[in-house]
């Protein structure tokens, strides 16, 4: 019998409360679907440099890369805003994205009917809204070098004698791969990539829009290919946002573009991502899945979070990394049935009402929806 | 008698016709207002290559430096996609708002009133929203070095052989003067400014926190101030707009955040811009004017097009530019009334109806309600 790895890594704020609610869920699909997971728990983040004094033990990266899949709740909190940048919380997943290469971010906004009215649009704009943005997450300027801030004290110019610099640095090679990950999940769905990015004012853009053509043209004729400059693009989700399928970014506008997205649907607590990179041995991906939420520390502790990002995170694991598609439905259809029975947790709660629920109850609602 | 000098530079696409309406606004202060202007044109962008090779011929930089103040249209097209990068319709834009040194760019967002239905997100939302971005135009990554696109052959890892390169980089002195822009425009509305960046990823965003927050603890502590990162502050603009007052932020955000904000409101076709530099002879900021909507190839020479962006752009002139601000005043309640009059260019028009008007006829009833 296959035994699935996983290694859970709840992080910092409200990561520790929504992964306990996702172990319901493990438990559940081990009791009533003999399903076996072979579970691991570690610290990342705010969390491991309280423990480690930094943000992820080299034993925890050496674990993370021998599992199926890692599971992350959420990293960082105001305890931490004044540690030096490169033992910020953030740079422990940084450094998880990077060393598994992990360079496909796959952040679905989608809306659920049960809660269309609670977007701050409107019903008819939001409605069915169901797009993927693939976020390019290794490179650009998270990691180009040189970066640092420096000194810049012999220019009589420069007020306050600093400089600070970043990077935005891409191959052709790295850009290729995230968009032949684009290419191949469109196929899947409505068939059209949308590829942003500002090729009228930075080069990289233009090699960006060059290589997603190449691969278009030579490999992937079959699907729809556009481009759009990501001011606009950011506009266009604002103004109708099911004119898109699939979206194609790099790191940088990826973070924004899909922040605004998963705001439409009005439920941030609601979004799950998955981060794929190389197959490993086994076939499947390397994988890291995440809540798009983050460690929310002003709820943190208070049995308010919402745990539904995270459990639907496991099952896009149950789907990339475990090919258990099935199960993955049947998870995902239990969530779409509490929602639809009205059960809400505070980020829920629109002016309509419904039946409030705290962070363990909505993952016991969950369970018995299953 | 006080002169007022203007540059006009149409550009490209519906930027001639909606510049024809401006000119009927310019004819009725000089015939109802005795107020003088001095107004010149020239070309910009696809226009100015078509003509001279360059987006920007040395002679039109020359005369902008020396005018009281520039309205420009926009720029570009399909008929320009394929040009050489350094001649790019964008490039004739990029070298004004860089040898002005237009540092501040102001971009309100605000919803009027007689259009808050016409918005993709809920009349309670957007209604009354009044927010204004201000966003740094003359540095980070469209200006910084090195940048380019290179071969990477010898890197056998890099499928396509090719590298492209920008740099994001920022001056200590370059933040606090926009930071100070930000403050002074916060003094006289609502006192509060929210600067936004990456500050957990990129040490350029660290040192942009830093020194905005020193500008504040130095020179404007009454102002309140709020950091927020740009992933959430693209969030935030959809969730709850109306919760911002003034934003300040880097080039590259604010050109994704602004536009962002500009579609809130449903009307891009109605949303003016100043960008504004340091103080000239006269006391006043050297400064551009530009309707934030671009050159809309699609519709453009069919009449469609809505002229109110580059006339309430010129509003702006006339307060910033030359202290008419009762002049302001007048033009911009024109606008209102032609809109509460239900007087609607095709961009307008809603479910709920309205006048249909050509470009022509929207000019013409603003000059009349003047
Ligand atoms: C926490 C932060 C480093 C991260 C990012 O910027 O990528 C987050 O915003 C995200 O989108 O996953
Ligand atoms: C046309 C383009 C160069 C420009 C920019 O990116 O700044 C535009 O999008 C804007 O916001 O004014």
């Known amino acids: 019998m296959t035994t699935h790895s996983l290694l859970i890594l709840p992080g910092d704020g409200i990561g520790p409360e929504v992964m306990t609610e996702v172990r319901k869920v493990i438990d559940w699909f081990q009791t009533n679907k003999g399903i076996q997971f072979d579970v691991s728990e570690d610290l990342v983040g705010g969390a491991a440099y309280d423990k480690h004094g930094v943000p992820l033990a080299d034993e925890t990266m050496a674990k993370a890369q021998e599992v199926d899949a890692v599971l992350l709740g959420a990293v960082g909190g105001p305890?931490?805003?004044?540690?030096?940048?490169?033992?910020k919380p953030e740079r422990g997943l940084l450094r998880l994205r990077k060393e598994m290469d992990l360079f496909a971010n796959l952040r679905p906004a989608q809306c659920f009917d049960a809660?269309?009215?609670?977007?701050?649009?409107?019903?008819?704009?939001v409605a069915g809204l169901d797009i993927l943005i693939v976020r390019e997450l290794t490179s650009g300027v998270y990691f180009g070098e040189p970066r640092g801030i420096h000194s810049d004290d012999n220019n009589p110019q420069n007020e306050g004698?600093?400089?600070?610099i970043n990077t935005q640095r891409y191959t052709?090679?790295?850009?290729?791969?995230?968009?032949?990950a684009a290419f191949e999940l469109a196929k899947k769905r409505g068939n059209r990539v949308c590829s942003m990015e500002k090729a009228n004012v930075m080069e990289s853009g233009i090699?960006?829009?060059?290589?997603?053509?190449?691969?278009?043209?030579?490999?992937?004729?079959e699907v729809e290919l556009s481009h759009m400059y990501a001011d606009n693009g950011a506009m266009q989700l604002v103004r109708r946002p099911n004119q898109f399928d699939v979206i194609v970014t790099d790191n940088?506008?990826?973070?924004?573009?899909?922040?605004?997205?998963?705001?439409?649907?009005?439920?941030?607590?609601?979004?799950?991502?998955?981060?794929?990179g190389a197959p490993m041995a086994n076939g499947r991906p390397?994988?890291?899945?995440?809540?798009?939420?983050?460690?929310?520390?002003?709820?943190?502790?208070?049995?308010?979070?919402?745990?539904?990002?995270?459990?639907l995170s496991f099952a896009m694991a149950l789907r990339y990394s475990y090919d258990l598609g099935a199960e993955a439905d049947l998870l995902e259809a239990a969530v779409e049935k509490v929602l639809a029975d009205g059960v809400r947790t505070g980020d829920l709660m629109g002016p309509e009402g419904g039946t409030p629920v705290t962070t363990s109850q909505m993952g016991d609602k969950i369970v018995e929806a299953l």
Not at 172 to 180: F, L, N
Not at 261 to 271: E, K, P, Y
Not at 295 to 302: F, K, R, T, V, W
Request: proline share 5%; net charge negative.
């Open 286 to 311: 390397k994988a890291m899945y995440e809540p798009v939420h983050g460690s929310a520390p002003d709820i943190a502790g208070q049995g308010k979070a919402n745990p539904i990002a995270c459990i």
């Open 115 to 125: 809660l269309a009215d609670f977007s701050s649009l409107k019903r008819e704009i």
């Open 252 to 276: 940088l506008f990826g973070d924004i573009l899909s922040d605004a997205a998963a705001m439409l649907t009005g439920s941030l607590g609601m979004l799950p991502s998955a981060s794929l």
């Open 79 to 87: 305890a931490y805003d004044n540690l030096d940048f490169s033992v």
């Open 161 to 164: 004698g600093r400089v600070g």
């Open 172 to 180: 052709s090679g790295e850009i290729r791969r995230v968009a032949r």
């Open 207 to 221: 090699l960006w829009r060059e290589e997603v053509q190449w691969v278009h043209d030579n490999e992937y004729p």
